[in-house]
């Protein structure tokens, strides 16, 4: 039985409602406004009283208006049809949204008419099932039943879209009957199973998760061991992120975060992407899904919207949405985790999500903490980061969530509550800094600030070494400022260009460069060697006119390698190059690296 109430205040974003029977929190209602209803989430009991955020303007609505209760959880709609989608925070489809509303009125527009929504899934595609379960089958939540060609998901040089037990049910059954090889919608039924108490269950393509809830239909947790290749140079050797782990990329704004998040999109080595764009303005949501798809995947030669979902948001669509939309985003990555995929969910910006956090928490009167952001803050970034992970599956294979998030603080400043609550839980810190930006210096990662606790794929100590070379290199610098060139001796000097060197050929990376745009660890560790060398050479020179000649013409040098494709005889020629380059400046009989 579901429960029935009538609204007792309305202030703003939230309602109050009074209900007979019983409702549980995040339980989803609607709001009866003339012929519309309005989705609602219930985020405090109090008695006989509840508190709703209504996921769009409640204008209109007034004290008596109806609540409908549906006895469920804020959910997703899981299954076939999600790939190369773009769904507002409840899971509209906004294309089709917009299609829909054009039929009511000509200008309306793209984003959410209000009491409109659309199933997250096409009812009417057929999907070309082939069974791989058999009658008798002992099978548990999460087991694969079967599969569909979806996209490049073709069963093919990919594995196909797994249909599997849907992760509510408990315990073990017993599979009565599969579907056989055909076309099936995703609400027809493709099996029966029978619980241990004799009860069949049909399962359908589709299933339901409530956004806010785990999925845990896996074996174990398995340590993120192994370095997600973002091909992003900085990141990679420096501050790397591991598959299932977890990263956050603070910057004021114009720092490139967005830029650094669809290069990662692009490049990264992952099966799929989902992107939650919780926009600071609404046209950058709009530029997000007119580039989107005109990106190319390297891997496929295809539109990257095929392995990707944007989940997407602006700051003018209501706070609720833009809460619910970093939860549906995860829900969706841990669906495809759970077929053994890799899958990386990148969250841009996640400070829009705290400020809607913090707007609810204002509305609902609750004792405000630091920055009026509520108590629970840390609590709820820290639950939403740990959705990242890597997992065995029960059939050995392994899958993964990658959750990596921007922070977009006020004028830049780290130390306000969102970044430092981001900071005590994830893996990786990327520091976007201004004066980077502005010398355009990308990515503009700082490499004294940013840290990464998983493993290097080169050697901690010599990565720790080039960073010395940075940080000296960087104090020299403050100090020229002020003694000027002539008051440095050419030793610091000649440190402060190996820095520059190692910043200009090494850390900065042209994300709009084709050739430039990425570079796989394989090469950033034959790269790495070569600046290792100029690093570490004692070399003499004259005076400092001939240091920063001979660091310019080396980087140049170099710079030209970075355009030669790995592994061709161009790409050896340019490695010699740039290795007698050092080699003519280099102290006789200094130690080899
Ligand atoms: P943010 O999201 O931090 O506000 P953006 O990612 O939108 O900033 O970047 C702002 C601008 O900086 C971009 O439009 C682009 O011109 C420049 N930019 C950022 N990253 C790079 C990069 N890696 N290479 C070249 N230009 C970049
Ligand atoms: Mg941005």
Redesign the pocket.
């Known amino acids: 039985m579901t429960s029935k109430g009538r609204i007792a205040a309305v202030n703003g974003n939230m309602i109050t409602v009074e209900f007979d029977g019983a409702v549980a929190q995040n339980e989803v209602g609607y709001a009866s406004l003339g012929g519309k209803r309005l989705m609602a989430e219930i985020v405090r009991v109090r008695g006989g009283r509840c508190d709703m955020q209504v996921f769009e303007s409640t204008t209109g609505l007034s004290i008596g208006d109806s609540v409908d209760f549906t006895g469920e959880l804020l959910a997703a709609e899981l299954g076939p049809g999600m790939l190369g989608q773009v769904y507002d925070g409840l899971q509209n489809p906004l294309k089709d949204l917009a299609a829909e509303a054009a039929k009511i009125s000509k200008d309306a527009g793209y984003f959410l008419q209000r009491g409109m929504y659309l199933p997250g899934l096409p009812r009417d595609k057929k999907w070309n099932f082939h069974p791989t379960a058999n009658v008798g089958d002992r099978v548990v939540a999460g087991d694969f039943l079967g599969w569909v060609p979806e996209g490049i998901f073709d069963g093919k040089s990919m594995p196909g879209h797994k249909i599997m037990v849907p992760f509510a049910l408990k315990g073990t059954y017993t599979v009565k009957s599969v579907a056989p090889a055909g076309e099936y919608t995703v609400t027809e039924k493709i099996a029966t199973l029978e619980g241990a108490d004799g009860a069949e269950t049909e399962v359908k393509m589709m299933q339901r998760w409530p956004v806010k809830v785990p999925v845990k239909c896996f074996a174990e947790r398995l340590e993120p061991s192994e370095t997600l290749e973002t091909t992003v140079r900085t990141i990679d050797t420096f501050f790397p992120v591991a598959v299932g782990g977890t990263y956050c990329i603070p910057?004021p704004?114009?720092?490139?975060?967005?830029?650094?998040q669809q290069?990662t999109a692009r490049y990264a080595k992952i099966d799929i992407v989902i992107s939650a764009a919780c926009g600071?303005r609404a046209g950058e949501v709009v530029e997000t899904l007119k580039e989107f798809p005109e990106i190319i995947d390297p891997r496929t030669g295809q539109s990257l919207m095929k392995r990707t979902i944007i989940i997407c948001n602006t700051s003018s669509m209501p706070v609720a949405s833009r809460e619910a939309s970093v939860y549906t985003a995860v829900t969706l990555a841990e669906y495809f985790r759970q077929m053994g995929l890799a899958v990386l969910v990148l969250a841009d910006s996640t400070s829009r999500w705290a400020q809607a956090m913090r707007e609810l928490s204002g509305r609902l009167e609750e004792i405000p903490g630091e920055e009026a952001f509520p108590a629970y803050l840390e609590s709820r970034i820290a639950a939403f980061y740990e959705r990242a992970g890597r997992v065995r599956l029960r059939n050995g294979e392994t899958g993964s969530v990658t959750i990596g998030g921007?922070v977009?603080p006020a004028g830049g400043n780290f130390d306000e509550p969102v970044t430092q609550a981001t900071l005590k839980v994830v893996g990786g810190f990327h520091g976007?800094s201004r004066a980077r930006?502005d010398a355009r210096r990308?990515?503009?990662i700082d490499p004294l600030d940013s840290w990464s606790h998983y493993n290097p794929v080169i050697e901690q100590g010599r990565v720790e070494k080039a960073r010395s070379i940075l940080r000296r290199g960087s104090e020299i610098g403050q100090m020229m400022k002020v003694v000027g060139e002539e008051g440095t001796s050419l030793e610091d000097f000649t440190v402060y260009l190996k820095a520059e060197f190692l910043d200009a050929v090494y850390l900065q990376?042209?994300?709009?460069s084709e050739a430039d745009a990425t570079t796989p660890i394989e090469r950033q560790k034959v790269m790495f060697e070569a600046v290792e060398k100029a690093l570490l050479a004692e070399l003499a020179f004259k005076e400092k006119s001939e240091a920063r000649r001979f660091f310019m013409e080396l980087q140049q040098t170099f710079i030209d390698w970075n355009d030669k494709p790995f592994g061709t005889p161009e790409f050896e020629e340019g490695s010699r190059a740039v290795y007698d380059k050092v080699a003519t400046a280099a102290v006789e009989g200094c130690p080899a690296v």
């Not at 704004?253 to 650094?260: E, I, P, R, S, Y």
């Not at 990376?509 to 709009?512: E, I, L, R």
């Open positions: 910057g704004f114009g720092a490139g975060k967005t830029v650094l290069t600071e921007t977009s976007l930006s990308y990515p503009a990376q042209n994300a709009f």
